[in-house]
């Protein structure tokens, strides 16, 4: 639960100060929010005025109308913190709920304009002001305004009522392929409460006023939208950023304006600068205005692992009669982002790279999520070696992605599709619309490389076939068409997926197959999703399930653990993990199961660098919420034994040991082969090489020779093996330095010689 209380502070949008002369004093009385203005005539332009904390909740019904709700006497209603999912705040509800607040604006302030914003609300939102109705949005993860200038009335007490759905889909046979809320994974999804397949499916539901509300006093001027195009000209050392501008001028009049933009840096020292003005004369209603800026000796924006993640800060004013009357900041990043799909290989900044990803899902409900425990898991991921993240069929809280742009952490965007939706034009437009919200409302964050659009669309996911009765080929086909044709072109500086395939989730050792065969080689160049499930630590374990049900053996048992997400026939049938003998030894092995599946198949897959592979992505990175699924890191953000595997696997520079048996018996031969990935654009000429075989605590032997290895590159350096090892268990160690001995990878490989 999130609590945001009113400050001087918090009046102000970063950056977005304005040229006030006076004190501007927030009181919060009772549940009204009261503002004192500066006195007239003195400098104004664009002031928020937040609405968070204490606001009026009421669980409604489909019938009941915004008078019925008014009339009941909302200061009676029960309290609720806004921003906040409601389950969070103990209401575990579905549908419909009533929000109420209060709010005073002086007369001081009767020729501005004022706008109502809102950052987020799941799932639609109906929104009245003193009874008259304002507006309506459906999307749970855009912002969204309304202009209800017309509808204040000054100096006198408003009532804000805000009607909130958030429905279930319809429980009919096959529901999960006819759904009709872009909700993604918090609609229908494995890692959610109930599963994707059980009745309880939906269960503690993510309703609610999940971001600030605020309220936006203005001129007549507004600057709208602000998109910041960034054209890299690497072999001149110059970039172009190409500012696109939405003005919306609220009046009837043209208003002669200039446009002064300022380009500085933001996270590096440097005392660079290029300014720039124009003149525009803004017509009544909306202005696109485009002004090109040229930068010489650009910063670039790097990931993380393969430089410095360089922000640039664009400040815009609108400036009439010698005074601002609208100023907005963004933040961005030149970098130049390519797919080369003929070749299977990513560039960034003319450099290719290679994809170490993992699917994250930070949270089932976003209010949950604060920048510090975002930047928490950015630094788990990054120390995981993770270069790239997949927010998997969900738009998540802007502040993740403002800590990726800051952090250079990669980020691959699905949009929240999920399965099978209903086949008709009126949900295609939806999506269509919703989709362009994603990509221009998250356009200026230079860690986003792409987009993807819908998650195993049905008319692709065989698998469907034996789960639904009624499967139809075509279903959805058309939908994903038009979501490509609709977002390829609006976007032409990141490669656009137009979903992610069940080829590109080979799931080998958990629904088919065994986990070895990850030593196969693939014909899939980008892997999208691969990985097991492990439990928490017992610790953990003990905070999902009473202490009773940790050794599950009765039905009810079982569906409880079901309930908490774990796929009983998956982890026995393939995977064919044992339970042992206590709640200890199961929780170890099915970590341990996790491990080496992770292992195998990220070192396999980086062996196969651009032939074909371009990129590969873990899955699950965390649990989010009280669950055992699918999470290296379970919900407390403990770290499972996955986990470490994972962080070896993807070292930059990885001394990978390539392998074709788990164990060998006597007389056997057992054979190795030695790798060199590095992943840096970095070359280390005399490499040293080191590979030793011990025997339990016992060196056995130890070996070295020097090589060089090239940047960008992948290679086998040698072929190592031995005869007639005695019974017992082995490990081999493989370790890369550069050529004064500073360690740059450690790998080992564990094995057993069997009687």
């Known amino acids: 639960m999130n609590i945001f209380p009113l400050s001087v502070r918090d009046i102000f949008r970063q950056g977005l100060l304005l040229a006030l002369v006076g004190v501007f004093l927030l009181i919060c009385v009772s549940e009204t929010v009261v ?34 709700a008014a009339n009941t006497d909302t200061d009676r209603w029960t309290d609720i913190h806004v921003p906040a999912n409601w389950y969070l705040e103990g209401h575990d509800i579905s549908g419909i709920a009533w929000y109420s607040k209060k709010f005073t604006l002086p007369n001081e302030v009767a020729h501005k304009h004022i706008a109502l914003n809102f950052s987020g609300v799941d799932y639609t939102a109906e929104v009245w002001l003193n009874g008259k109705y304002i507006g309506f949005h459906e999307g749970y ?14 100096g006198k007490e408003n009532q804000l009522m805000v009607k909130v759905n958030s429905p279930l889909e319809k ?41 600030p509300v605020e309220l936006e006093i203005h001129e007549a001027a507004l600057i709208e939208d602000a998109k910041v195009i960034p054209h890299l000209h690497l072999s001149e050392n110059t970039a172009d950023a190409e500012v696109q501008l939405h003005i919306g001028l609220q009046q009837a009049e043209p208003l002669p304006a200039k446009i002064r933009l300022k380009l500085k840096p933001y996270n590096f020292p440097s005392t660079q600068s290029v300014s720039k003005e124009i003149f525009q004369n803004l017509a009544p209603g909306f202005n696109s205005v485009n002004v090109p800026i040229t930068l010489k000796d650009p910063a670039l924006w790097w990931p993380w692992d393969q430089g410095k993640p360089n922000l640039y800060q664009l400040e815009i004013n609108v400036v009439a009669n010698d005074q601002v009357i609208d100023t907005k900041t963004v933040t961005f990043g030149f970098r130049d982002v390519r797919y080369d799909k003929a070749n299977n290989e990513w560039r960034v900044n003319g450099n290719r790279m290679f994809l170490r990803g993992t699917n994250y899902i930070a949270t089932q409900w976003l209010s949950e999520m604060t920048p510090a425990r975002f930047a928490r898991d950015i630094a788990l991921m990054k120390s995981a070696n993770v270069n790239i993240v997949r927010v998997h069929a969900h738009v998540t809280a802007d502040d993740y992605y403002r800590l990726c742009d800051e952090a250079g952490l990669l980020n691959w965007q699905d949009f929240p599709l999920q399965w099978g939706y209903k086949d008709d034009e009126e949900f295609t437009r939806n999506a269509v619309r919703q989709a362009r919200d994603m990509v221009n409302g998250l356009f200026n964050h230079p860690s986003i490389i792409a987009w993807s659009l819908i998650n195993e669309p049905t008319w692709d996911a065989t698998w469907m076939k034996t789960k639904y009765k009624h499967y139809n080929k075509s279903q959805n086909k058309d939908l994903t068409d038009k979501l490509y044709q609709a977002i390829y ?35 899939v160049s980008l892997v999208t999703e691969f990985g097991a499930q492990a439990l928490p630590d017992l610790s953990n374990l003990r905070k999902i399930v009473a202490e009773e049900d940790l050794w599950p053996v009765t039905d009810k048992q079982w569906d409880e653990w079901e309930f908490h997400n774990f796929r009983r026939q998956e982890t026995f049938k393939y995977a064919k993990i044992s339970m042992g003998a206590t709640s200890a030894e ?66 930059p520079i990885l001394p990978s040991i390539e392998w ?62 031995w005869d007639n090892l005695a019974p017992g268990h082995y490990e081999l160690i493989h370790t890369i330095a550069d050529s004064k001995g500073n360690n740059l990878g450690v790998n080992a490989h564990e094995f057993e010689v069997k009687p």
């Open 586 to 651: 199961f929780v170890r092995n099915t970590q341990e199961y996790q491990a080496k599946l992770i292992k195998l198949a990220a070192e396999s897959y980086r062996r196969q660098r651009y032939h074909p592979v371009s990129g590969i992505f873990q899955f699950m990175f965390v649990e989010d919420w009280p669950s055992m699924n699918w999470g290296m890191v379970d919900y407390w953000r403990s770290p499972k034994l996955g986990y470490y595997a994972l962080q070896q696997a993807y070292q």
């Open 141 to 154: 993860f855009q912002a969204f305004s309304f202009d209800i200038t017309k509808a204040i009335v000054f």
């Open 660 to 721: 074709k048996q788990e164990n060998y018996k006597r007389g056997e031969t057992a054979s190795f082969e030695l790798w060199a990935i590095n992943d840096l654009h970095t070359s280390y000429p005399g490499a040293r090489i080191n590979y030793s075989l011990r025997n339990g605590k016992t060196l056995l032997e130890t070996h070295k020779l020097t090589t060089d290895i090239a940047a960008d590159s992948g290679k086998k350096i040698k072929t190592v093996s």
């Open 171 to 211: 429980m009919v046979e096959d529901w999960s392929l006819h759904k009709r809320y872009i909700k993604g994974i918090f609609g229908h999804h494995d890692t959610r409460p109930g599963g994707a397949w059980s009745a309880r499916g939906q269960e503690k539901n993510t309703g609610g006023i999940w971001a």
């Open 489 to 523: 072109p609006l976007d032409k500086t990141r490669y656009v997926h137009p979903f992610s395939a069940s080829a590109e989730h080979p799931w080998l050792g958990w629904y088919s197959g065994s986990w070895l065969d990850y030593n196969q080689p693939t014909n």
């Open 35 to 68: 503002a004192q203005l500066p006195q007239s005539g003195t400098a104004s332009g664009r002031l928020a005025i937040p609405l968070s904390g204490i606001w009026k909740f009421k669980p409604g019904d489909v019938t009941q109308s915004v008078s019925q």
